[in-house]
């Protein structure tokens, strides 16, 4: 049982990172097509110990292909996620185009892969915000076990979130300040080397920036609209891995105990929770690791239930390529099977 791939926006780090997670997962794949946009056309991408070649996307035909996995912007997704659905490949995607749409799933599998069967409205399954993936993973398991009432979370997110450039920025930017070299920002708004930015994506009206919306309205289509949320995103100089300071009040009681046993029981989360120095995940431990990493749970006073906990997951992984191919396995085991 074998299936034909494409990974739109090969080039890019997410898609790279998608095309290194199929190998690790030995992904049932007879056939992977890296595509991106012209400009990358003959690249070479790695897969595994295997050199593919960049395809253009403008002209390529989707017919045949089973799973079409989109790291691409939102304005690739809304162009070519449509052809390649109609051509007959499930179109997996990770921009923020489709996810709000009421006729395209959004999931992380450990959460609500029992929505996967919407995808037949329009062949096409969005993938979160890496902020909101892990959170969820996180937050699921307690919600089940004592309903979540209210959620305030602060994001500390890494550069690699931004893309190529914005990791390139804080590189070159840290070694502008060490050699006494003039700071311009460029991808980000101020300077991100030994900052620390508090604006994510475009501010709204209501003086929250999108990506705080996007967790709040992901979070309750994901899990469960009545959960109120709140979020403060913030851009900060590391590289790699998502950081997330979560507080939850909950309509029944729950225990820290309970809830570390919970968690260390959940699919997809790793608690490491000592209570002493270093017993705890920070994203230089995260990076390159498929866990949502759950730290400091410990009991919230100022609301009646409440917990606080630190969450810490890689972005580039969890956060976006491996929920993707996740999803792709879902979807394999659920609604994709093949005769052998």
């Known amino acids: 049982m074998s299936y034909r791939l494409a990974v739109i926006g090969a080039t890019g780090l997410v898609g790279q990172e998608m095309l290194n997670i199929l190998a690790e997962r030995d992904f049932p794949a007879s056939e992977i097509v890296p595509l991106a946009s012209r400009k990358s056309l003959g690249q070479d991408v790695m897969f595994g110990d ?5 395809k253009a996307l403008d002209t390529f035909d989707f017919t045949g292909i089973d799973i079409a996995l989109f790291a691409a912007s ?14 007959g490949a499930v179109v997996i995607d990770n921009s923020s185009h489709f996810r709000m749409d009421p006729d395209v799933p959004l999931i992380v599998p450990e959460v609500n892969a029992d929505a996967l069967a919407g995808y037949r409205k329009k062949n096409i399954i969005a993938n979160p915000n890496c902020s909101t993936a892990q959170l969820v993973v996180a937050l699921k398991p307690l919600h089940d076990a004592a309903k979540i009432k209210r959620v305030v ?39 991100i080397a030994f900052n620390v930015i508090p604006h994510i994506d475009r501010f709204l009206e209501d003086g929250s920036t999108k990506e705080e919306w996007k967790m709040t309205v992901e979070t309750q289509k994901i899990l469960d609209p009545a959960i109120a949320l709140i979020a403060t995103c913030v851009r900060v100089p590391v590289f790699i891995g998502h950081s997330e300071a979560v507080f939850v009040e909950f309509e029944n009681d729950i225990t820290p105990g309970t809830a570390r046993k919970i968690l260390r029981e959940a699919p997809g989360c790793l608690v490491i929770d000592k209570r002493e120095d270093g017993g705890y995940i920070t ?10 990493f759950i730290s400091r749970i410990r009991r919230d006073p100022t609301v009646k239930h409440g917990l606080s906990l630190w969450v810490v997951s890689d972005n580039l992984r969890k956060g976006a390529a491996l929920n993707a191919v996740q999803i792709a396995e879902s979807l394999i085991a659920r609604h994709l099977k093949k005769d052998a």
Do not use: H, M, W
């Open 153 to 191: 979370v602060s994001t500390y997110q890494s550069v690699s979130g931004a893309g190529n450039e914005a990791s390139d920025e804080l590189f070159s930017q840290t070694r502008a300040i060490f050699v006494n070299d003039p700071i311009e920002p460029v991808k980000f708004t101020k300077q």
């Open 283 to 292: 994203p230089v431990e995260c990076a390159g690791d498929f866990a949502t």
């Open 74 to 87: 939102g304005d690739v997704a809304a162009e070519y996620a449509p052809k390649a659905a109609a051509a």
């Open 50 to 54: 295997r050199k593919l070649k960049v």
